[in-house]
């Protein structure tokens, strides 16, 4: 069954917010709402409500991260500094704890601040390629609602978009 | 006085605006432009001079070893705080007037910092030898000394710079996007391009770039705290009478932020003229701005007052002569100038006339940095020059022209960058002013539906 | 040490080609592949050079004439660093700052390379000839040598040589030297260098003589006053009393430094005679019949010293015995300096330390090598008789007098009225300058010579100086060998057998083995343990002292006031500089000055009270001028210093002798007064009257101290403690 | 550097060295300078510019405050106005004291001094960046820093004068950071003969440049571990303690004279000074 992208821009977020909820209310065969994009040229908090619980992980990579960084920042440090014999301070230990832990500090940061970044980038999927249907009008003044559903699906689909006031509604047939 | 930003204003109109700031500035960036140039070539000669012919064309001496490099190096270091202070900290507390004008202040942040490490560069004896203070693996197992707080500098302005270049590109891949939607094609499309990493403005996209950008902010607010607190013990780890202050971290973190929104005021209305953003950057920003700035000001003045109260009935001996020589030894003028313009100067702003006087505040905001400039040498010479071996004490020790080439170049190295970069990208972030009038839209909406519903 | 028989020559002939080759590198910066130098294989390593390790060879210190014993490391045939030889009664290991700097004497860049005739390179065949023309014209009266304090075998051949000239004028002069009290010791004691042992005595008083810094001997003085110094020797720590107008070093580190108003030192002592002979010392009738009308308060009011430290001084000296009474440079340089001599040497005899403190010397048993001391009056002589014209042909030797003669003498004038001038010198000096003929000399590491030094503290010494390395420079040659090529000229049959000094100085030792306490050895032997000790110690001691001090005679005349010249020019013999024959050694250029702590100038010392009172400020360039000349320099406010006088050190501002020396600082020789001490004729070097103005120029003055100002400013940095609070007597 | 290394040896890396926990074992340097004895005459500070290669600077540098004697002779005067400083000078040869808990140490970003084993503060030109942080931090200001290329200035070492350059001593370049070594090169020489030999170095055998110039041997030097050493005499007899910031003798009346520089500073010195002593009598 081939699969079509279905790309419809509203001028104001209510209009596609209420779009976006009787899709979700629909019941459409060869639909799955999961296949529901929203692009939008700011970010609207309201859209959680309405999409449903989608989820954003990028957390999990801060943690991780931040601890990579501090523990990796303690122990390169730390062991460099085991070897230290004939690079005594005198008056301190060969590892001495409080420069230590300013610099697992900065490097708790440093690890927390890339990782969560590299966690961005893969949550998010970027770098990626333009989506097939795509309009700058989204990073604008518009919102688009970009659908994949099957062939079957489409012409309900753009009824419903339609009905909502759609401005625009493209279609690509998919590979 | 001026009015805020439209609510109703086009989200087009927006994209328009700032794009143009992109294509045809006034004639005064191509000025300044020139004027940084030259700065820096002049920044640049002194430095091939004294890498030359060694340390000493900037007359320093011995015990004098520190001198305009270490200070200005704090001042940049400063400067950059405003930046985080701006976009990260604001932004958590919700602050949406922050909006048009954060771009600029996390360039800015980036671009001092850019600057302060050069100070760490030519303020080394051997300047080609610098890597030998990176933590590199090597055969020798050499590493560099994690004790000492420069070390702690390098690794905590690393951390900072890298944080604050991640953090304003990631905040800027939005408005990447709008430049690579509406602009014609061309190098610069193609730059866009290629920074914008394929954003769409999807609703993941904007889940994900949420949360990460919280998370960022959360994490630069106290590297940004770090960063300053680990300058300061530069000084304050050292024994010397004047540095060994336990209040120095706060203190120069408060100075930080004081220099660091002075020279927000100075390039807000250096930008707002040149870029001609005179609808976003308006003039109630610049209000809050200069409250903010007089009330870190007083908190500045605060936390000198302790200092020196802290020295005056402390014990120490040394720290006392060294503060007696401050306010009457040979720097007296230019402590005293330090008090003026960081103490007194910024009481104008605390008139509601002032906060918006373009002229006044242009004035007043260099002013203040020019005390902060002062706060940073008073620190780093005076206990040179009177420290705790009075055979040692060495008054006459003035900075070359050297060195005072070097900071006046690394001014115009700034301004160089800074130039250029409000040129190539959007010096005021297109998505998040577009926010900023929807909520207040949606916000004066209520409000009036309510009233109706009374 | 290492054995040292083998042929000299031939190791030094070795470290020519290799040590001339390897000088350059291992110094850290030149490299191999600047193919500066020569690749050396040590393959076949020699004895003496042993790549990588120091060498030790002993050899004698020509920087001033104490004579101290060297031992220089030796590395890959370069001379690094003087040591003291341990050997030695002078110096016992140690040495000073002037005797360190020696190796600056010897690489120093601007030392003459080459023979000059009329400002012209010549070679040495052809300078030699010039010399042998020229005195084959003259009468032995026609030519004169004027030459520094001069011993051993060096002084034999210029003795010789004036012979075969037939010269009898040969001046022996010293700018700075104790001349005055050298004639008064003869005439107290019979001896000119009496043995001081300040190491015996409980109490020193020093009439400004600066012992510790550049008195006659002052390493080996400093030994002692170390010995005198300690608590727990069995006469307790000894206090030291310095009294003079101007702080020296000495005086620095005295328990009590009393400025006395200058030239009143005769008086002083006297003074002090009379108030020991009230406190109940027994003294002879004739002094205190001299002394009787030297009453504290006249005696207060001539010297400016109050009755009561004279008291005090009377009660020092009462309970300390033995103790010691020096005489030094500042009571001698006045008209009445053998008074004031003679004075202090009453003194001595009063307190009955002549025989305990004050020791007959060693006897030299061979007068001929003995040391002869120069003196001032030397250059006054020969002066009177340059302008008289009887001087066609002159040699200069150790010796720069156009440098160190007063302007008021015009002794450049009268020199140029000899026809034919040699001087055999290091540098281009001032003296060099005027020269007909200049003749490079070795430098004191190149160069072979015997010494025995004027003040001998323990039995009578031979040192021997002899070469540390192979000759830097080709075209140098040393004193002895330029004697002996003269010599030859004239005396060819009894020094033809010499091949060079080296084989006459060996030669001369060997054969008086027997004296010098080498009498079982073979020559062989003897020479070589000679040369590996660096010195021999001569046999024999000097008998008993007795003072022959009396009171008669001694008249003081009243201080007398110049309104024009109110201030009194005290010019300063400094440890680094002296009489500026050195000032070509940076070292000592940059070595502070002790007590001001200025570097590469010279200075005026003014009491601030004095420099109030004519408004000036340290950094003033002030003009200091006496009626025969004056001196730009800066000013500097020295406490040390009697409000009637100033101070300028001697030994800077040389117009010529090298990129060290030239144009630091302004000489102060040039303007003394030719003044004579009235019994030895001695040039008075006190007794010029300057006054000071200002120039309105203004300086920031380039020294070692801080802006501090020698404050401690509450630190405990330098501290201190009075004797009574401390117990010395156990400690290590 | 491996994090199994670090763990093994968790407990040794924690000592605090050398003031802490771990003594000296076999050699600890240090220095005693009876000031009753130093006259100030600078012999010392010249055999230290011969030993060291020190450079000379010149009149201008000097200055500007550019001069390298690592070894300085400081004169003070008593502060009470007198009209004549009746009772002398007070003469303060002041080099770098080798503090056990040196300041200059931790401070180094680049770990270009460090402390020895044998009690010396090091400073390893080849490593020195110039941030001179250690000069800064040093309560002496005992550190002289390189401003110049001194081998290449003109009058500093003519071609004749670079013949004089001591070998076993490193000419430094410009942007390195110098100080008095307590003549290193000596001491590795004495402790490799002395290895070779099976032995430690025995008092005297070794002596710094200064010391061995000083003519009224004021100054005296050696191994304070060693009970035999005249150092160590020295201290013992003047009950100060090397890893202490104030001595138990100063807290009552005591008739001894020994004392550091600055003790209260917590770095610990390597160098005593004997107070100078004046007559009361006169």
Known sequence: MSQHHILALYNNFEEAETAIAELRAADIKGFNFDDLTLKSPIEHHEVEEVLGNRPANVQWFTLGGALMGGLLGFFLISGAQANFYSQLKGGKPIVPLPPNFVLTYEMFILGGVFITVLGFLVCAGLPAKRSPLYSAKVSEDQVGILVKADAAAAPTLKGIFAKHQAIEIQEEAGK | MGKDIREDISWAKINEDVLRSLESPRRLYWVILLVAMLAFSVGIGCEVYQYNVGMGVANLDNPHVWGLYIATFIFWIGMSHSGTLLSAILHLMHADWRKPIYRFAEAMTTFSLMTAGLFVMVHLGRLWQFYYSLPYPNERALWPNFQSPLLWDAMAIFTYLSSSVIFLFIGMIPDLAICRDHLHPGWRKKLYTLLALGWEGTDRQWRNFRITYLTVACFLIPLAVSVHSIVASDFAMSQQPGWHVTSFPPYFVAGALYSGCAAIVTLFIILRYVFKFEEYMTLPILKKTVRLTFAIAMVWTYLNAVEFAAVWYSHDQAAKDVLIQKATGPYAPFWWMMIFCGSVVPLTLAFKRFQTNIPVLFAVSLLLNLGMWLERWMIVAPTFSHGYYPWTWDHNQWPSLIQWGMVFGSFGWFALLFMVFCKVFPSVSMYEVKEMVYHRRLASESQAAAKGAH | ?732 | MSVSNLLENWSKVRHTHPVGDVPHEEYKWAMAIDLDACTGCNACSVACYAENNIAVVGKEKYAHGQAMHWMRIERYWDEDEREFPDQGAQFLPMMCQQCEAAPCETVCPVGATNHTADGLNSQVYNRCVGSRYCSANCPFKVRYFNWWDYPDQENAWPDEMKQQLNPDVTVRTKGVMEKCTFCVQRLTAAKNMARNEGRLVKDGEVQTACQQACPTNAISFGNLVDAESRVHKQWKQQQVELAEDAQAKDEYFTDLRGYRILEDLRAYPSVMYLERVRESAI
């Open chain 3, 1 to 732: 040490m290492i054995e040292n028989n083998f042929n000299r020559r031939d190791f030094l002939k070795v470290l020519g080609w290799g040590g001339a080759a390897v000088t350059l590198s291992g110094c850290g910066f030149t490299s191999v592949q600047d193919g500066t130098e020569t690749v050396v294989s040590y393959v076949e390593p020699t004895e003496y050079a042993l790549p990588g390790i120091g060498v030790y060879f002993n050899s004698t210190c020509a920087q001033c004439d104490a004579g101290c014993s060297i031992t220089g490391r030796v590395r890959e045939g370069r001379a690094l660093k003087l040591e003291g030889n341990a050997a030695s009664s002078i110096n016992r290991g140690k040495m000073c700052g002037l005797g360190q700097a020696g190796v600056q004497a010897h690489y120093n860049p601007d030392r003459l390379r080459e023979p000059m005739f009329k400002g012209q390179p010549v070679a040495w065949d052809k300078a030699l000839g010039l010399i042998d023309e020229k005195v084959k014209t003259l009468k032995g009266d026609d030519v004169a040598f004027l030459t520094g304090g001069m011993s051993g075998h060096v002084k034999v051949l210029f003795k010789n040589y004036m012979d075969a000239l037939g010269s009898k004028n040969h001046y022996v002069y010293e700018a700075v030297s104790p001349s005055v009290v050298r004639a008064a010791n003869k005439k107290a004691y019979g001896v000119e260098a009496p043995r001081l042992r300040l190491d015996k005595a409980k109490a020193v008083v020093s009439f400004g003589a600066d012992f510790l810094g550049a008195w006659v001997s002052p390493v080996h003085f400093s030994q002692q006053y170390a010995q005198f110094r300690k608590g727990n020797r069995p006469e307790g720590r000894g206090v030291l009393v310095q009294i003079e107008p101007k702080m020296t070093l000495t005086g620095a580190n005295a328990d009590r430094w009393i400025p006395l108003r200058p030239g009143t030192d005769g008086v002083l002592a006297l003074g002090i005679i009379h108030a020991l002979a009230k406190n109940g010392l027994s003294v002879p009738a004739d002094v205190a019949a001299a002394v009787k009308d030297y009453a504290p308060e006249r005696v207060s009011q001539e010297t400016g010293v109050s009755v009561e430290q004279i008291g005090k001084l009377a009660a020092l000296l009462k309970t300390h015995t033995p103790s010691l009474v020096l005489a030094g440079d500042a009571a001698e340089g006045y008209q009445h300096g053998s008074q004031n001599a003679a004075a202090i040497a009453l003194l001595n005899r009063v307190l009955g330390n002549v025989g305990k403190t004050i020791e007959a010397p060693a006897n030299v048993p061979f007068p001929q090598i003995a040391a002869q001391g120069g003196n001032r009056a030397a250059l006054q002589a020969l002066n009177g008789k340059l302008a008289s014209g009887k001087v066609q042909m002159l040699f200069v030797h150790g010796a720069n007098p156009v440098y160190t003669a007063p302007l008021s003498l015009k002794f450049k004038e009268n020199l140029n009225k000899a026809t034919f001038k040699v001087v055999f010198a290091h540098y281009m000096d001032e003296t060099a300058l005027q020269a007909d003929l200049v003749l490079p000399l070795d430098s004191a590491l190149e160069d072979w010579a015997t010494a025995v030094p004027e003040y001998l503290p323990e039995g009578a010494q031979l040192n021997v100086q002899q070469p540390l390395m192979e000759k830097l420079h080709a075209g140098t040659r040393g004193t002895g060998d330029i004697l002996l090529a003269l010599l030859k000229q004239r005396r060819a049959n009894e020094y033809g057998k010499f091949d060079d000094f080296y084989a006459y100085l060996r030669n001369a030792v060997v054969s008086i083995k027997g004296a010098l306490g080498g009498g079982g050895k073979d020559e062989d032997t003897f020479w070589a343990e000679t040369l590996s000790e660096g010195l021999v110690k001569l046999p024999g001691s000097g008998g008993n002292l007795s003072s022959k001090a009396s009171a008669a005679g001694l008249h003081f005349p009243a201080v007398v006031e110049d309104a024009a010249y109110p201030l009194r020019l005290i010019p300063s013999v400094t440890a680094n500089m002296r009489d500026g024959r050195n000032a070509n050694q940076p070292w000592l250029q940059e070595s502070p000055d002790p007590l001001t702590t200025i570097v590469w100038d010279s200075w005026v010392e003014i009491h601030p009270k004095t420099a109030a009172k004519l408004g000036i400020v340290e950094g003033d360039i002030v003009e200091v001028a006496s009626k025969s000349g004056s001196i730009k320099a800066q000013a500097y406010l020295f406490p040390g210093i009697h409000p009637d006088a100033v101070s300028v050190p001697l030994g800077y501002g040389h117009e010529a002798m090298g990129r060290y020396a030239k144009g630091v600082g302004a000489n102060a020789f040039a303007m003394l007064d030719a003044v004579s001490d009235q019994e030895t004729g001695e040039l008075a070097m006190n007794e010029t009257r300057v006054k000071i103005g200002k120039t309105g120029q203004r300086i920031i003055v380039i020294k070692e101290e801080g802006v501090a100002g020698g404050k401690q400013a509450g630190k405990k940095i330098a501290a201190r403690l009075a004797s009574d609070k401390v117990d010395l007597s156990k400690e290590v």
